[in-house]
């Protein structure tokens, strides 16, 4: 048995100043605060205004929070792992940008795209860095600019989506905490539900591409949200049937904050109760691949050495999966 566990030691997180809120909503599209929130759960979310910023800005953010709260030196990191969506732009890779600017200057670094498991696949990929024993510190923000891709005079996607960055640093671990075991999936069936139709190798970027609306996301909400109310439930209870957990060992869900009934239905299949259960979907909608890591960050003095967290996630592509965690320190 390899005696190294990934444990996360310290988190960060970073919202823009400018709130959307469901009121101003109703100005741009035929939609009102009752029905977003009876369907969604959110209330507000934060956007990026400042022209000439993108993804990079949120995540480097989120990323300095952390150092500053984990009192971390940024030349001790080995790697950043960058969990996006929406990159600053093609080729040029986001997160490796971003490790500059944090003074990360001894880390390698890449960009990770799942969707909205892009920061669920980027924990297990951080872990087995940290447990091949070859990395010491490993930096896995999740970040994205949503409103860089949303139409928003689409009811569909506007009303959902927000910007937002969060960050966690992971660290080798002999007491046994930190990540315990994960199930990841994926299914190519998901291609056509959740996408962007122009601007890749498919079909580049043209005069009619822009003019037709096609490099803003489209979802097909009602099969996306029949598949993720299935996925992320069956991921988070076959990782508790795996590791004989009951709901009584379970102390935090950390689901995907893509829509309160999806997290309601995760943690209905769990049978946990209400406030094991933690959401701010209210404040910032769903930030893709943000929304794990602002929970962490909104949450860590909740979080005590030794809790049972399970982490829960559900993507474009599709992709989902669920990871069980054990939390590796209590907040001074």
């Known amino acids: 048995m390899n005696s190294i566990t990934a444990a996360i030691t310290a988190v960060g997180g970073y919202v823009p100043d400018f709130v959307l809120s469901n009121e101003v909503l109703e100005t741009l599209?035929?939609?009102?605060?009752?029905?977003i929130t009876s369907r969604t759960g959110i209330k507000e979310r934060r956007l990026l205004k400042e022209s000439g910023k993108g993804t990079s800005f949120l995540?480097?953010?989120?990323?300095?929070?952390?150092?500053?709260?984990?009192?971390?030196?940024p030349k001790e990191i080995d790697l950043v792992i960058m969990a996006?969506?929406?990159?600053?732009?093609?080729?040029?890779?986001?997160?490796?940008?971003?490790?500059?600017?944090?003074?990360?200057?001894?880390a390698f670094a890449y960009d990770l795209s799942a969707a909205c498991s892009s920061f669920l696949y980027g924990m297990s990929a951080a872990a087995a860095y940290i447990q091949s024993g070859r990395y010491k510190k490993v930096l896995v923000i999740g970040a994205d600019k949503m409103s860089s891709i949303i139409d928003y005079t689409d009811r569909a996607t506007c009303i959902i989506f927000g910007d937002g960055a969060g960050a966690a640093l992971f660290e080798p671990n002999y007491e046994g905490l930190g990540l315990q075991d994960e199930y990841l999936r994926s299914d190519g069936i998901g291609r056509e539900y959740l996408k962007i139709d122009a601007g890749g190798s498919i079909l580049p970027a043209s005069k009619e591409t822009v003019e037709n609306s096609q490099h803003f996301v489209f979802q097909d909400g009602k099969t996306v949200y029949k598949y993720a109310v299935s996925g992320m439930a069956d991921?988070?209870?076959?990782?508790?049937?795996?590791?004989?957990?009951?709901?009584?060992?379970?102390?935090?869900?950390?689901?995907?904050?893509?829509?309160?009934?999806?997290?309601?239905?995760?943690?209905s299949r769990m049978n946990l109760e209400e406030d094991k259960v933690l959401v701010n979907i209210e404040k910032y909608g769903n930030t893709t691949s943000a929304t794990l890591p602002l929970l962490l960050s909104d949450f860590e003095n909740k979080f005590k050495k030794g809790d049972n967290l399970i982490f829960a996630a559900f993507g474009g592509g599709f992709t989902w999966g669920s990871i069980y965690l054990k939390w590796a320190y209590n907040k001074k």
């Open 29 to 35: 599209v035929e939609t009102n605060d009752e029905w």
């Open 59 to 73: 995540a480097i953010k989120a990323a300095q929070d952390l150092l500053e709260r984990g009192n971390i030196d």
């Open 84 to 106: 996006t969506a929406t990159p600053d732009m093609p080729v040029a890779t986001t997160g490796v940008y971003v490790a500059t600017q944090i003074g990360a200057v001894n």
């Open 235 to 267: 991921v988070s209870e076959k990782i508790m049937q795996r590791n004989n957990l009951t709901n009584d060992d379970v102390n935090w869900l950390i689901a995907h904050q893509a829509n309160k009934r999806i997290i309601d239905a995760t943690a």
